[in-house]
């Protein structure tokens, strides 16, 4: 939990889940109208960031959400997030879109939230899955306790994805997240973790073969 | 990662276009794990299709707290900004001094390159002083009062025969007492040394008796007699402040000897 970080204490109720979009390809006006906000927001208009948060805080909120499975956990990081932003602001060059600059800002806070917590102890991550263990039927398969998986229904098909989601590694849960819930590109990905593409598909490819060896009966009994 | 497995990812992911799909195809044709690889793509293709099924619909909206989410973080932001403001007006100008000095603000900078400027002055100091040649590397040869480090044994004969610095050696013909460390010697014409300072009152002194009289005939030591040093007794000379000068004379029957150096000018201020 982010300490001090002001929102916690009076969180509404969470409303409930909706689709989230899948992201599309940046439109060039979408980019052109950023551009604009950033120069205001440079000039120390606060109320053009407020524009830049309208548009992107579901996005932001979601991503940050899949990455630490928490609600509020996600809210305050995804303030934080946009606060660190708001103070480098400055140094945004326009060399990339501004979603994918404050994507990357926002994916770091998270993830280095997630270092922390790792490292104190609140959480293990699994990264001891190899490839010989990409067989289903191994001891890290989360097993449902209820009925077979041909009878499950969507909510604890997604109670399987979650907690097999839930034991990757902070940056193969990012690319997880980058990739099939933003549908973002290998450069794209690299631009926002900051790290080259062929790590990007290296975290990407070890990342899918752990999933695979958890959720391979689930897709093997619903698709 | 290896190249095979960027190309296999690309593929799995279908990034891959005509031509470098074509040469993929060809290079997992000839893998042994082929079918496996090949199933491998369709696990993903599944797995993708199950990820981008559900993922969307985990994920919670902000929905009707959105505005809410706004509003604080337009409360944080104006307490960043308020106390990015204070701390500036709250910093006080500094002097140029505490600037150099960084004395007022931790910011310790000028003083480590003040700090590192002294300890370099003091290498260079110690740099030069180690490339002075030492005493003991000289050739005696012709010896003058300096403040090269003193052989132990010497500076132990110095200790007992000057135990008070105060009450200096006297000198048998009534010269003025005078520091130890000023006596100069008296040169005399024939090249020698005048010991016009040397305590021959002082028979308390073994050593510097033992020196003084093994060169000193017995009942001839007067202030005018001429004392000849060798280069044992240099140090004696040198504790005293005295010139040595090699035991050759300059005269040889009232004629120059030629083989004796010359007197350096400096080695005679009492001819003055």
Known sequence: ?223 | MKPFEESLTAWLDDRLDGEERADFERTLAVRPDAVALREEKRDVARLRALLREHLPAMTPALGHNADFFSHQLQKRIAADTRATEAAVVARPARPWWAVLLGSSSGDAAPARLLAAGAACLLLAAAGIYALIPSRGSTTPSSITASTAPRPESIRTASTQSRTDNTAPLASASATPAVPATSQTPAAESDGSIRMANVDTTRKDDPQLADIVNARVPAGTATSATPVHFDDQNADVLWLDGLEYQPDTPSTVNGAENPSAPPSPPAATPAAE
């Open chain 1, 1 to 223: 939990m982010k300490p001090a970080s002001g929102p916690s204490e009076s969180l509404p109720a969470r409303e409930p889940a909706e689709p989230m979009t899948p992201r599309v390809a940046a439109d060039p006006g979408q980019g052109a109208i950023d551009l604009d906000l950033v120069r205001r927001c440079q000039h120390g208009d606060a109320l053009a960031f407020d524009e830049l948060v309208t548009r992107y805080r579901n996005r932001i909120f979601g991503m940050v959400y899949q990455l630490v499975r928490n609600e509020q956990d996600a809210w305050d990081l995804a303030q934080d997030g946009f606060v660190k932003a708001w103070r480098s602001i400055d140094k945004f060059r326009g060399q990339s879109s501004f979603y994918t600059w404050l994507y990357r800002i926002v994916t770091n806070v998270a993830i280095d939230w997630l270092r922390k917590k790792q490292i104190a102890g609140g959480q293990e991550f699994d990264d001891t899955i190899g490839l010989a263990d990409i067989e289903a039927t191994n001891s890290l398969v989360p097993q449902p306790e209820a009925a077979p998986v041909k009878k499950m229904e969507r909510g604890e098909i997604r109670a399987r994805i979650d907690a097999a989601i839930a034991r990757l590694t902070p940056e193969h849960r990012a690319v997880i997240v980058m990739k099939e819930l933003e549908d973002m590109q290998y450069h794209e990905i690299a631009e926002s973790l900051g790290c080259s593409i062929g790590t990007v598909m290296s975290r990407l490819f070890y990342a899918r073969r752990k999933l695979q060896a958890m959720l391979k009966d689930v897709y093997d009994e619903t698709l």
